[in-house]
């Protein structure tokens, strides 16, 4: 049986991979968790134990992680939003090396919900139909938007074209901010209670809406697709994919 390794074993997170693992047949080849906890902070003994390893941390921790995969040469899945540039970049160099399946959202759903972004944005002009995300999650989220609402948002941008970064992003709209500028795509983002995860995609003409909308009820749903691209991680060549991979959508 394959075994995986789970970076921050003892968070939310880690803790539902643990029951994942076990119910996907695979065996626990051990975690790492913050000095003091049971598991030990050593990823680099923990990739050269494991098949693969997941890692749901933070992006504080991302590089030194990407590292121990890296010099083990075994795949990394993951699933750690709020990565910096320089961070995506050393992401990219490491997967010439090992597989790493890198995504916002590791739920299968969530993945179809970006598929058909894409698809609308590319049949629904920027002049006639401005695009809102609105994302909500629970209140210990550190970062905004989060990393799916940023996936939606290049989704949309790769639908018409050009890029998040030339198509222009709208945030955090407060006082007289002037009229909404064409082709820019808009993000709001809700921190309240502990909702799980829940993301609107709004594309707004004069004449009509359109919303797509997904809800996660249990974060599960995100352990559960990390394990299956675990799974599929081994054995794969080196490169970066995403769970569109993963789904065989790609």
């Given at each position: 049986?394959?075994?995986?390794?789970?970076?921050?074993?003892?968070?939310?997170?880690?803790?539902?991979?643990?029951?994942e693992?076990?119910?996907?047949?695979?065996t626990?080849?051990?975690?790492?968790?913050?000095?003091?906890?049971?598991?030990p902070a050593?990823?680099?003994?923990?990739a050269?134990?494991?098949?693969?390893?997941?890692?749901?941390?933070?992006?504080?921790?991302?590089?030194?992680?990407?590292a121990?995969?890296?010099?083990?040469?075994?795949?990394?899945?993951?699933?750690?939003?709020?990565?910096?540039?320089a961070?995506?970049?050393?992401?990219?160099?490491?997967?010439?090396?090992?597989?790493?399946?890198?995504?916002?959202?590791?739920?299968?759903?969530?993945?179809?919900?970006?598929?058909?972004?894409?698809?609308?944005?590319?049949?629904?002009?920027?002049?006639?139909?401005?695009?809102?995300?609105?994302?909500?999650?629970?209140?210990?989220?550190i970062?905004?938007?989060?990393?799916?609402?940023?996936?939606?948002?290049?989704?949309?941008?790769?639908?018409r074209g050009?890029?998040?970064?030339?198509?222009?992003?709208?945030?955090?709209?407060?006082?007289?901010?002037?009229?909404?500028?064409?082709?820019?795509i808009?993000?709001?983002?809700?921190?309240?209670?502990?909702?799980?995860?829940?993301?609107?995609?709004?594309?707004?003409?004069?004449?009509?809406?359109?919303?797509?909308?997904?809800?996660?009820?249990?974060?599960?749903?995100?352990?559960?697709?990390?394990?299956?691209?675990?799974?599929?991680?081994?054995?794969?060549?080196?490169?970066?994919?995403g769970?569109n991979?993963?789904?065989?959508?790609?």
């Amino acid at each position: 049986m394959p075994s995986i390794g789970i970076l921050g074993i003892t968070g939310r997170m880690g803790r539902l991979l643990v029951e994942e693992v076990a119910a996907a047949g695979a065996t626990l080849a051990g975690g790492t968790a913050r000095r003091g906890d049971q598991w030990p902070a050593n990823p680099a003994a923990l990739a050269r134990t494991a098949d693969v390893i997941i890692d749901f941390t933070t992006a504080e921790a991302a590089e030194p992680h990407i590292a121990a995969a890296e010099a083990a040469r075994k795949p990394l899945i993951l699933g750690t939003s709020g990565l910096n540039a320089a961070q995506e970049a050393r992401l990219e160099q490491a997967a010439h090396h090992i597989a790493i399946v890198y995504a916002a959202n590791f739920s299968p759903g969530v993945n179809l919900l970006l598929a058909a972004a894409e698809r609308l944005a590319s049949a629904l002009p920027p002049e006639a139909y401005d695009a809102e995300i609105v994302e909500t999650h629970h209140r210990q989220k550190i970062d905004a938007p989060s990393g799916t609402a940023l996936a939606l948002g290049h989704a949309v941008a790769r639908g018409r074209g050009t890029t998040l970064e030339q198509a222009g992003i709208e945030s955090g709209r407060h006082g007289h901010t002037g009229a909404r500028k064409t082709g820019a795509i808009g993000f709001a983002a809700l921190r309240a209670g502990q909702v799980v995860g829940e993301h609107t995609l709004l594309f707004a003409a004069g004449t009509e809406h359109i919303a797509l909308t997904h809800r996660s009820f249990d974060r599960r749903v995100y352990a559960t697709g990390a394990v299956r691209a675990a799974l599929w991680a081994i054995g794969k060549p080196p490169g970066l994919y995403g769970m569109n991979h993963v789904l065989g959508m790609a």
